[in-house]
DNA sequence: ATTCATTGAATGATGGTTCATGAATCGGTA
DNA sequence: TACCGATTCATGAACCATCATTCAATGAAT
């Protein structure tokens, strides 16, 4: 005996909307199932039967919406590093049109979408590795785009005479760092200090290099 | 037909002298073929059968050694970070009483043993997670280890007057993670600065906010 | 009736770990 | 010296388990 028992009633129509929301809908539930099970149990360990059970669905199905099980994990962290990208320069526009008031909002937020998903921003540091060569790129790229807004206020600061010159673009790599320093060392820095208490002391540390 | 056919014959005796040397010469072969792998490909693309061929020796014979394939990865990350361990410190003993020169010295070493071993430190922040609760203690206090001179050293110069009182932990923090980040961001670094010019660059903007 | 979504057992490959087998070396003995 | 168990070192094929991936069969919608 065997093949397919009881399939899942469809969610909706076959319009061309409802089959976009339901596979937005699909991809949504096999990612959030993802990135669960690999926050627990990393990449290798994670099967794939694990997720269609998490994400309710057949492992078939995943297949329909994912190449593969590397690809399951590349969309799982550039989910990741979108919201960084998205967040951290829309902080920063709201700051005004002071570079140290921007700095300081731009890293603000930017570690307060990190400590929200400190889990996630491990998995990336953890197994972007595992990803070919295509995928790397576009993570550096994300990156990139991320931490530009930094730099770019930096630059601004020492154009305007407001900053000591300084290589903007190691400022700029410094703050992403000690971003993500509060994820990758939160077992050293969170016994001592709570997440507002690091933000302050960062800024004062490494916005104190600019001081004319 | 089966088993052994061509046993490899024995380094030496079985005086415990002999035994002790053939022992240590086993595991520092293993270690160095499962580095070298594990640098390329990562752990769980690492088979014990690889190993042991790069190693000129069986699989039952790692086994000897080692009680699994993750007492090995443990092994290979301990045994990186031990010359961490070793090295920042001694090179700090040598930089005289001056904090400001410590700090110097130690973070120039570190930098320096970082980019020697660059694929291993990468190895270690992706694998590290792989390892059980007790090894990755063994990993946090082997890295505190490391950095605790350096706070000791801001803290000196706090309490002597030669620094701003500041949070010495997180500016040890705040070395140790530029340090990393030569390794981990080699790729945003490397192209536009040399290793000298980024010790030199971070020395100044990270001690800058030491200053009186 | 046709089309598309969905299922899940079967396939095929990989690889960690064990252990029966054989070699090398030893201390003791004649 | 020459030989003999006993002991330790070393081998690698076999065992067993785990999965990623496929695809023929099935159900629902039109």
Redesign the pocket.
């Known amino acids: 005996m065997?093949?397919?028992?009881?399939?899942?009633?469809?969610?909706s129509?076959?319009?061309p909307a409802?089959?976009e929301s339901?596979v937005r809908a699909?991809r949504a539930a096999i990612l959030r199932a993802a990135a669960a099970i690999m926050v627990r149990t990393g990449y290798h360990?994670?099967?794939?039967?694990a997720v269609a059970e998490a994400a309710g669905?057949?492992?078939?199905?995943i297949?329909?919406y994912f190449g593969?099980?590397?690809d399951v994990l590349r969309a799982v962290i550039v989910d990741i590093l979108e919201e960084f990208r998205d967040e951290v320069p829309a902080a920063m526009l709201s700051a005004g049109d002071d570079p140290y008031a921007q700095l300081a909002q731009g890293f603000s937020r930017f570690c307060r979408v990190i400590d929200a998903k400190r889990d996630a921003v491990l998995l990336a540091y953890r197994e972007s590795q595992t990803l070919d060569g295509a995928g790397r790129e576009e993570i550096m790229r994300l990156e990139r785009e991320t931490i530009d807004p930094f730099r770019a206020a930096v630059q601004a600061g020492i154009d305007v005479g407001a900053f000591r010159p300084v290589p903007a673009d190691l400022v700029a790599h410094n703050l992403k760092l000690a971003a993500h320093g509060w994820a990758l060392k939160h077992w050293d820095l969170a016994p001592t200090r709570s997440l507002e208490e690091y933000v302050q002391e960062q800024l004062d540390l490494l916005l104190a290099a600019l001081a004319l």
Do not use: D, F, H
């Not at 360990?45 to 039967?49: D, G, L, P, T, V």
């Not at 669905?57 to 199905?61: A, D, F, K, Q, Y």
């Open positions: 065997s093949k397919a028992t009881v399939a899942q009633p469809r969610v129509g076959r319009s409802a089959r339901r699909r360990e994670m099967s794939m039967q669905m057949s492992v078939g199905l297949y329909q593969n099980k590397q």
